[in-house]
């Protein structure tokens, strides 16, 4: 499974594609199908200031250094463990293409169900790149403390996803 979208200098999203509706549809997210988002501001669909600084750096270097780069991360269904590829590369001096591959899917005997807080008490942090949740005074998967989980997460980056990604604009510099 493979999706892939583009944003202008001006994070729009001008294009999406691969199985872009279907991936949306399949999660529950009707309203991030192809015709809502394309002319979108990308901001508009990404949740946590750390996270936009972060892909902000990320965004920065590829269009200064026009270098792919490429980043594994997790984006887990509530009854899965998924591991996604994230390639950037600059099309063209004002566009670049975020691809995402599926590298691998392992369905788990729990069920991890995170939902956006209404308001930010009894929340719980979680590392947008790595989906490791903040209990009990340390980083962890949720899949492997072998219970139900039910979580509102603000979304953040753990210490060993920000420490590996501490060079990311120059890694593609």
């Known amino acids: 499974m493979e ?5 202008d200098r001006n994070y729009q999203i001008v294009d999406v594609g691969g199985a872009w509706d279907d991936f949306a549809i399949s999660n ?22 750390v996270i936009w600084m972060w892909f902000e750096a990320l965004v920065t270097g590829v269009f200064v250094s026009g270098k792919t780069v490429e980043r594994d991360y997790r984006c887990d269904a ?11 590369v600059l099309e063209a001096p004002e566009t670049i293409c975020f691809t995402h591959k599926l590298i691998s899917e392992e369905a788990m005997d729990t069920t991890v ?6 308001r930010l008490s009894n929340t ?14 340390e980083w962890q998967d949720p899949f492997s403390l072998n219970r139900d989980l039910m979580l509102q997460a603000t979304y953040t980056m753990c210490e060993s996803c ?12």
């Not at 999706?3 to 944003?7: C, F, G, M």
């Not at 169900?113 to 209404?118: G, K, V």
């Not at 920000?162 to 510099?173: G, H, Q, V």
């Open 78 to 88: 509530p009854y899965a463990r998924r591991l996604f590829k994230l390639t950037c």
């Open 3 to 7: 999706t892939y979208y583009r944003i």
């Open 113 to 118: 169900a995170i939902s956006t807080p209404t």
């Open 124 to 137: 719980t942090p979680r590392c947008s790149i790595c989906n490791s949740v903040y209990l009990d005074g």
């Open 162 to 173: 920000r420490d590996a990604d501490a060079d990311l604009s120059a890694r593609s510099a």
């Open 28 to 49: 529950g997210s009707d309203e991030c199908v192809s015709k809502y988002v394309i002319g979108d501001n990308l901001r508009n669909h990404i949740t946590g200031d």
